[in-house]
Nanobody, 126 residues
Framework: QVLLEESGGGLVQAGGSLRLSCAAS????????VAWFRQAPGKEREFIAS????????AFADAVKGRCTFSRENAGNRVYLQIKELKPEDTAVYYC???????????????????WGQGTQVTVSS
């Protein structure tokens, strides 16, 4: 199985940017569909972005479209999510998820991913 660990969260002022990292161990992450989700207190887990096995990008959520970059570093067995122009409503715990069998989607459902990291907190102050 693959183990995932997110990092890079923190406290940032509105308008700033962050780059979140998801490092994998145990398996080669490029063999997995990978996604980022986030969950704010009292809200359901929300899809942010995903990439298919082999690296073809799928989609970004409307809430972050145009502000978000999703990239892979195969040599380092990790993926990155960079978000710019952060807003207070971006405050949430951000999770990395992976699945080895997800080929035809949907990629935006948390239930379709078998492996999850522990999450990293992002707090955006106004």
């Amino acid at each position: 199985q693959v183990l995932l660990e997110e990092s890079g969260g923190g406290l940032v002022q509105a308008g700033g940017s962050l780059r979140l990292s998801c490092a994998a161990s145990g398996r080669t992450l490029s063999n997995y569909a990978v996604a980022w989700f986030r969950q704010a207190p009292g809200k359901e887990r929300e899809f942010i972005a995903s990439v298919r096995r082999g690296g073809e990008f799928t989609a970004f959520a409307d809430a972050v479209k145009g502000r978000c970059t999703f990239s892979r570093e195969n040599a380092g067995n990790r993926v990155y999510l960079q978000i710019k122009e952060l807003k207070p409503e971006d405050t949430a715990v951000y999770y990395c998820a992976a699945d080895a069998r997800l080929d035809s989607g949907p990629y935006d459902l948390p239930a379709n991913y078998d492996y999850w990291g522990q999450g990293t907190q992002v707090t955006v102050s106004s």
